[in-house]
């Protein structure tokens, strides 16, 4: 079946640009995550939507980081006046709840971002 | 504090070598427990999950303390496609935390 879906899979863009990069999550899954990996460096979480409760913006680095999850399903993360150190991988990941049952996140292959 | 914290390695380690790496976690109301791979460059993979009573899969074993609050993952006998980094897992009531991870590289 369909996992979780990301794009665009490679972002370049000039510093000072907007960019917006977009999660398709598996059909049904109500648990939604964003994480940023640097270069050589572990998973950092930013943000994470749970079916319609506010979302955990907590790993949110500066307000120039925003996201978004309509309806229940696609989410969108924009980065606003992007800077040097915006340039990382950032990964998807849904999974059908969280908490007690403790499910596993299927993750996307990820949108390499690239600020110049 | 991190929440979740782990050795960053590398280890590095020769073929048939038994390894293991620890994780610690803050939230004592922790619920479930994960160790997940990752590749370079690749997204996480789910590797195996933790039980309290400990678990094995094949060459890999699991355990966790809650009184201490780690978890543990143990490979025996590594194999060159063992090399990757291991990143620990930990969920509440609403969330799920990564550990930076553990970096494995086994030679021959």
């Known amino acids: 079946g369909a996992g979780v879906s990301q794009s665009p899979s490679n972002k370049v863009t000039e510093k000072g640009k907007d960019v917006e990069l977009r999660c398709d999550p598996i059909s049904g899954h109500t648990a939604l995550y964003w994480y940023r990996q640097s270069l050589g460096q572990g998973l950092e979480f930013l943000i994470y939507f749970q079916g319609n409760s506010a979302p955990d913006k907590s790993g949110l680095p500066s307000d120039r980081f925003s996201a978004e999850r309509t309806g229940g399903s696609v989410s969108t993360l924009t980065i606003q006046r992007t800077q040097q150190e915006d340039s990382a991988v950032y990964l998807c990941a849904s999974s059908p709840q969280t908490g007690g049952a403790g499910q596993p996140q299927h993750f996307g292959d990820g949108t390499r971002l690239s600020i110049l | 504090r991190k929440e979740v914290e782990q050795d960053p390695g590398p280890f590095n380690v020769p073929e048939g070598a038994t390894v293991a790496f620890n994780c610690t976690y803050s939230?004592?109301?922790?619920?479930?427990f994960f160790w997940y791979r990752q590749d370079c460059r690749k997204e996480p993979k789910l590797l195996m999950s933790v039980y309290s009573s400990g678990n094995e899969d094949g060459r890999f074993t699991a355990q966790l303390n809650r009184a201490s609050q780690y978890i543990s993952l143990l490979i025996r006998d590594s194999k060159l496609s063992d090399s990757a980094t291991y990143l620990c897992v930990v969920t509440g009531n609403n969330d799920m935390r990564f550990g930076a991870g553990t970096r494995l590289t086994v030679k021959p």
């Open positions: 939230n004592s109301a922790s619920q479930s």
